[in-house]
């Protein structure tokens, strides 16, 4: 499995990127895709979710109203619409993917708190730079 973001760049506030993240070898039926992010000297951040069984979104309170995740099953490929980029979204972007064992079906808002270590594949992220 390998999963590859890309769609990073440099953009001025108020501007717009789409980032992509194509899965490869990925032959999960039930799963949540996230997207992280890290700015230099911080945690890694949740900042949104989306669950293949049925397409639920979550997102965290910084990103929410602005950035839109999505998926395009046919391609395994996740989106991350961002728009009204601030410079604080300045961060390395990244996804990851949790895979669903057994029967029950996570809530996604807590998918987004989870420590790193509990995602079963990563990217190797996309940088975003947001100037101001």
């Known amino acids: 499995v390998q999963l590859v973001e890309s769609g990073g760049g440099l953009v001025q506030a108020g501007g717009s990127l789409r980032l992509s993240c194509a899965a490869f070898?990925?032959?999960?039926?039930?799963?949540?895709i996230a997207w992280f992010r890290q700015a230099p000297g911080k945690e890694r951040e949740g900042i949104a979710v989306?669950?293949?069984?049925?397409?639920?979104?979550a997102y965290a309170d910084s990103v929410k109203g602005r950035f839109t995740i999505s998926s395009d099953r046919a391609k395994n490929t996740v989106f991350l619409q961002m728009n009204s980029l601030k410079p604080e979204d300045t961060a390395l972007y990244y996804c990851?993917?949790?895979?669903?064992?057994?029967?029950?079906?996570?809530?996604?808002?807590?998918?987004?708190?989870?420590?790193?270590?509990?995602?079963?594949?990563w990217g190797q992220g996309t940088q975003v730079t947001v100037s101001s």
């Open positions: 990851t993917a949790l895979i669903f064992l057994g029967a029950g079906t996570p809530n996604l808002p807590p998918i987004l708190s989870c420590h790193p270590a509990e995602f079963d594949y």
């Open positions: 070898e990925f032959r999960f039926d039930r799963y949540a």
């Open positions: 989306i669950r293949s069984t049925d397409g639920s979104t």
